[in-house]
């Protein structure tokens, strides 16, 4: 997570299939009930079960496709965060509710990532190691799946961890993981450590393709690692503040140059800076501060009830949780 005060069917995961030459991995689709698909155009991502004009950002999903967690921020300096998660009963979408693991609001709780097998969680908190009251940085946590719940969870250590913020983590198939490491100067690098028999081995910056721009942070890893989106700032052909590029990646570990992934998905005055795709490849999600036109626009003066409605809604300006067909992607890869 970077902070700045400037600051029915949906497709997933199942066991991986054998790579074809030059194509990235696919999992087998399976469907999330009771949330349709969107069309070609990006659209909120359930509405009918996040239903929140919180601040709201960052998506995870269990393999079998009933049970996903995200973050929401209920003050504007976005400090206050936490991961909520929801669950299908059977029949419908259980109201969301805080994490478990959420224990204390002093501490900030954002960043969910599940492995592609669902063995693992992995989320970001500034919550101290022990018991006292002094802010840590903000560090990597894990979580192992024990039943239909996590263990207790426990700071990730080094050397993904350092005395350095980290953030924003992202596992591949082969449990490597990649993160945000902020610098000494407040800017942000990319890095990836390998996992290496049951601990990781150095941390690794990557190359100067995925760490583009003045600043870069946040940046979702395909598992099968044939490419990267990256969140940046500052680059020339931005189409606002933030925006999200999508960095591909050969069996050689050659990065191409970064590609902007459109005004579809970047917007001219929005923030942008929370992506994930499908385990399947098929639906990219994405934080977006957008506004819904549809939300604000009153044939009829405004009222403070419809005020109150706003503030309450999704669309109203806070970031919220976007998705839409992730084919475009592929077709951004150079070559093709």
């Known amino acids: 997570m970077k902070f700045r005060m400037v600051f029915t069917g949906l497709c997933l995961l199942l066991p991986v299939v054998s790579r074809l030459a030059g194509q990235p991995v696919r999992s087998k689709p399976i469907d999330i009930p009771g949330i349709a698909v969107p069309e070609e155009e990006p659209a909120l991502f359930a509405p009918e079960v996040i239903r929140t004009g919180m601040f709201s950002r960052d998506v995870a999903f269990m393999p079998d496709g009933t049970e996903f967690y995200y973050c929401v921020s209920p003050g504007a300096n976005r400090l206050i965060t936490a991961i909520v998660e929801t669950r299908w009963d059977g029949s419908r979408w259980e109201l969301p509710r805080v994490a478990p693991f959420v224990d204390d609001l002093r501490w900030c709780f954002t960043e969910p990532c599940i492995s592609p097998d669902g063995s693992t969680f992995f989320y970001v908190t500034n919550r101290p190691t022990h018991d006292q009251d002094t802010l ?11 039943g239909a719940s996590w263990t207790a969870p426990q700071p990730l250590g080094g050397p993904v961890n350092s005395d350095a913020d980290e ?13 945000t490491r902020e610098q000494p100067d407040r800017s942000n690098l990319l890095m990836r450590c390998r996992l290496v028999n049951d601990g990781y081995a150095d941390a690794e910056q990557l190359p100067t393709q995925v760490n583009t721009g003045r600043d870069r942070f946040n940046a979702f890893i395909a598992p099968d690692e044939s490419y990267i989106i990256v969140c940046s700032f500052g680059r020339p052909d931005t189409k606002g503040s933030v925006d999200y590029y999508v960095v591909f990646r050969d069996s050689t570990d050659a990065w191409s140059e970064p590609v902007n992934l459109g005004s579809a998905v970047n917007t001219r005055g929005g923030q942008e800076y929370s992506p994930f795709v499908s385990r399947d490849g098929r639906y990219f999600f994405f934080m977006s501060s957008r506004t819904d036109d549809g939300l604000v626009h009153s044939p009829t003066p405004p009222t403070y009830d419809l005020l109150e409605r706003i503030h309450r809604s999704p669309g109203n300006g806070n970031a919220a949780i976007y998705w839409m067909r992730a084919d475009f992607i592929e077709e951004l890869r150079p070559g093709r």
Do not use: E, L
């Not at 840590?136 to 024990?146: G, S």
């Not at 953030?167 to 993160?179: K, L």
């Open 136 to 146: 840590n940085d903000f560090n990597v946590w894990k979580m192992r799946r024990a």
């Open 167 to 179: 953030y924003f983590p992202s596992v591949t198939y082969d449990g490597t993981i990649y993160f």
